[in-house]
């Protein structure tokens, strides 16, 4: 399997506080793995990290062979990102949705068909301002986004954090029908969700990781 993320002695702090402290990974194609710890672990450090969102103080981190900082653009066409907490877009869902298919080349109607598939109506909120929508709408058209850009790297934030147990499961069932080899890293207190989904348990601690298994 090649390695779609290396990650080698990464380190960063933020006001004197180390939130990742030397961490060494790497994730191949086809590994979904679950990374868990408790708040202030530094998952989400690392994972924005992951995204060119952070400068490390040392260390190194590669996307396909691509550094998120220098080749960020090369780096987001292969991962697909969704955060805990969904950007304030002042773009209404139509114009949302031809921004993404201009930007990112998706075809819209293949967004329309998941975001379906999660039951969002889309035609019914059209005219709608994406950051007046309620968080589980936002988190659905995220999800609809990301899953249809095919990426060869998800990464998921507590993804179902705002979602209703229906809603997750359509999730949970979109991600099991994809028909091609991917990765993801799902940062996530809900490791019970993702039996099946997961061939790989992460847990970090202190900006460290602590435990690593494959499943």
Known sequence: MSVIVDISSATKSFMGVKVLDSIDLKISSGERIAMLGPNGAGKTTLARSILGFY???????????????RERVAVLEKVAFIPQLPPPVKLTLDELLDFVQKSSGVARNRIESFARKMELDIDAHANKPFFKLSGGMKQKM??????ARRSALFIFDEPTASLDPKARKLFYDLLSSLDYDYSAIYITHRLEELEGLINRKIYMELGRVVSDEKI
């Open 142 to 147: 995220l999800i609809a986004i990301a899953l």
């Open 55 to 69: 400068h490390l103080e040392s260390g190194s981190i590669t996307v396909a062979g691509h550094d998120p900082i």
